[in-house]
């Protein structure tokens, strides 16, 4: 199906991949497999060092130039378009690897958006499924692109799609089945406002159809009339809720109740509520209360989500790495009360950090060390807060800085938490690297 999809796409048509990453790979070889497109280019700011002698290259600065001289264009993720080359502006059409994914394969989709939450909630659905023996691929934003897991789908087989917004920005097709967990300030120095970024995200389920089904979190419902689908409102302790988490350890469905496993390895009250959607999707796709349960028992968290990474110098350490925004560190500082420093701050995106400080203003975590570019920001506007706060406060240039100060002022036996609240690429590839460098540092 993707194959036949994507060569009436691509039959007699000029191709450009705009990016030459994993995804771009991805594409390059089931467009390969398909044919039938009349020439093919490759744009990419990077030199490639294997690159294809078949396809017309364009490197360096000006390679986004490239996208007015192709009738389709697949877009890689997280490429920021220049105003003059934005899809509106081109004779062209702009697409994506998920575009052309849920265009072969929407009925079969399930996919999961919001600012936090997606690759937990994506991984434990597919564990849970896996558990009660019902075919699924997982896939996506969470590192595998979809083009890879042709061969393994079925007409049986459900789709798992971790769904970030850098997938949905162009996107014009929206999946059968679609998840909306949360919104929060994110990606701005990408996306310039909130509100496109919002919009942006939406586009999970902009263009469903009836008969579809949408599992949206306030205050992301969607007005009257904005979506075709089946609302089904998600809450926290709110048992008119179609799907919610009540007292913290029970998940509700329509009616249904199951209570959550007292041994399950999943921290803080929002994995519980990410259960919670979990539940609701699983029973939907025929699993029993019993074998969701089972998933949930034995699934293990996602690296660098919330994590505990050992115990060195005294001190319990946790790793909360794939915190980049004031809502994750909230609640990762209220799942574990038992922190004694807190490790904050990395590259400034410009999102407001008032959530944050107004939360640290009453957290009784002794100790913040805020580190690198938005800790600097924030240290200055903690200026408007009280001295208190400010007390509490120490700022280090960097990571290793910041935790060389943490093994002195941390009390043994309490847990120091790095939940940076901020994106990593100032210094780092990503959240990962970030994460693994800050386990080194930990058993230093």
Request: charged share 20%; hydrophobic share 35%; proline share 5%.
């Amino acid at each position: 199906m993707l194959l036949k999809c994507l060569k009436e796409m691509i039959d007699g048509k000029t191709v450009l991949l705009l990016g030459f990453g994993r995804e771009g790979r991805a594409v390059y070889r089931r467009i390969c497999e398909a044919g039938g497109f009349a020439s093919l280019g490759i744009a990419d700011a990077k030199e490639i060092a294997d690159a294809p002698e078949s396809a017309k290259l364009h490197i360096g600065e000006a390679y986004q130039s490239a996208v007015t001289e192709y009738d389709i264009i697949f877009k890689s993720p997280g490429i920021v378009m220049q105003p003059e080359y934005r899809p509106e502006k081109l004779k062209g059409r702009m697409t994506s690897l998920t575009e052309l994914f849920l265009t072969a394969y929407r009925d079969q989709c399930v996919g999961i958006t919001g600012t936090k939450g997606k690759s937990t909630t994506s991984s434990l659905l597919y564990h849970v499924l896996q558990t009660a023996g019902i075919p699924s691929v997982l896939g996506g934003n969470i590192g595998i692109p979809t083009a890879n897991l042709y061969e393994q789908i079925t007409p049986e087989t459900v789709i798992v799609m971790e769904t970030g917004v850098h997938q949905l920005e162009y996107n014009h097709v929206s999946p059968k089945t679609a998840v909306f967990l949360n919104l929060y300030e994110e990606h701005l120095d990408h996306y310039g406002t909130f509100e496109y970024y919002a919009y942006c995200k939406e586009n999970i389920y902009r263009n469903q159809l009836p008969g579809d089904t949408l599992i949206c979190g306030e205050p992301s419902l969607p007005a009257a009339g904005d979506c075709k689908a089946e609302v089904l409102r998600l809450a926290m302790d709110d048992s008119s809720a179609d799907v919610t988490l009540l007292h913290g350890d029970t998940v509700c469905y329509r009616g249904e109740t199951m209570r959550l496993p007292d041994d399950m390895t999943l921290t803080g009250v929002h994995n519980r509520y990410n259960c919670a959607v979990v539940y609701a999707l699983a029973r939907r796709f025929g699993a029993s209360p019993e074998d969701i349960f089972r998933g949930i028992q034995s699934f293990q968290p996602l690296p660098h989500r919330l994590s505990p990474v050992g115990t060195f110098h005294g001190i319990r350490w946790y790793d909360d790495s794939i915190s980049t925004a004031c809502e994750t560190c909230i609640q990762a500082l209220t799942s574990l009360p038992e922190t004694d420093t807190v490790l904050i701050g990395g590259m400034d995106r410009g999102i407001s950090y008032q959530p944050l400080l107004e939360y640290l203003v009453t957290s009784p975590v002794p100790h913040i060390i805020l580190m690198s570019d938005s800790g600097k920001r924030i240290m200055q506007e903690a200026a408007d807060y009280p001295e208190t706060l400010r007390q509490r406060m120490q700022y280090a240039a960097d990571l290793p800085e910041a935790v060389t100060l943490a093994k002195q002022i941390t009390e043994k036996g309490k847990i120091c938490l790095m939940s940076p609240a901020a994106a990593s690429y100032n210094v780092y590839q990503n959240f990962e690297k970030r994460g693994e460098h800050f386990l080194a540092l930990a058993m230093e």
